[in-house]
């Protein structure tokens, strides 16, 4: 059973430009969260997704940000004009329920911004 | 809203020792889960241990296991017979009942194990 999938592991980017990255996550889980981690930092919540509804953006940033979950296809999160302070590395996890389950976490997408 | 703080940001250990990380939370909830991830220099995230707020008795994996003080809220993770693969960053995480569970991680220990 594959564990949660990510790509690309390494994304380098222009200030301006876009960035997407993916996320699916392990057969049989149907929630999916983004987290993002800032150097020498904790991981920070950003967006709680199931198929297709975005359940809880509360720690997306206002502008630039947003994340997907289609009914068919891994997630996205992406990060339209980038800005160096978006350089992070970026982590998917799944569950199976929403309720106290073990989330199951990624490789991360390293994202750095030049 | 939840907060997470782990008051040592470095720690050492001679491989085949014991020590502890530290935890404190802060919530207004009673009923909640809590976690303890492990990210070595892969960066990785791997769970640890993962313990129940309704449960008196402390979570146990094998060399790891929690010191889980509800009334202090506090939730510390002891790694006992230390091995040089348990070098890494160690995160402790909280998670409240209900639905929109997000984790609510802490700033992180950087766990040093030494020959």
């Known amino acids: 059973n594959a564990g949660v999938m990510q790509n690309p592991r390494h994304l380098v980017r222009r200030r301006g430009q876009e960035a997407r990255l993916r996320c699916s996550p392990m057969k049989g889980h149907s929630h999916v969260y983004w987290y993002r981690q800032l150097p020498e930092e904790g991981l920070k919540f950003m967006v709680y997704l199931q198929k297709e509804n975005i359940i809880d953006e509360s720690g997306m940033p206002k502008e630039r940000f947003s994340a997907e979950f289609p009914k068919e296809g891994p997630s996205i999160l992406r990060i339209q004009q980038v800005v160096r302070g978006d350089s992070a590395a970026y982590f998917c996890?799944?569950?199976?329920?929403?309720?106290?389950?073990?989330?199951?976490f990624g490789p991360g997408t390293r994202l750095t911004v030049l | 809203a939840q907060t997470v703080t782990q008051s040592q940001p470095e720690m050492s250990v001679q491989e085949a020792e014991t020590v502890t990380l530290s935890c404190t939370y802060d919530t207004s909830e009673n009923n909640y889960y809590l976690f303890w991830y492990k990210q070595p220099p892969s960066r990785q995230m791997i769970l640890v241990i993962r313990?129940?707020?309704?449960?008196?008795q402390n979570a146990t994996e094998n060399r790891f296991s929690v010191n889980f003080q509800k009334a202090a809220k506090s939730f510390s993770l002891k790694i006992s017979d230390s091995q040089l693969g348990d070098t890494a960053m160690y995160f402790c995480a909280f998670m409240k009942e209900g639905a929109g569970n997000m984790l609510t991680f802490g700033g992180g220990t950087r766990l040093m194990v030494k020959p």
């Open positions: 313990q129940e707020a309704y449960k008196q």
């Open positions: 996890a799944s569950s199976r329920r929403n309720t106290g389950n073990e989330q199951f």
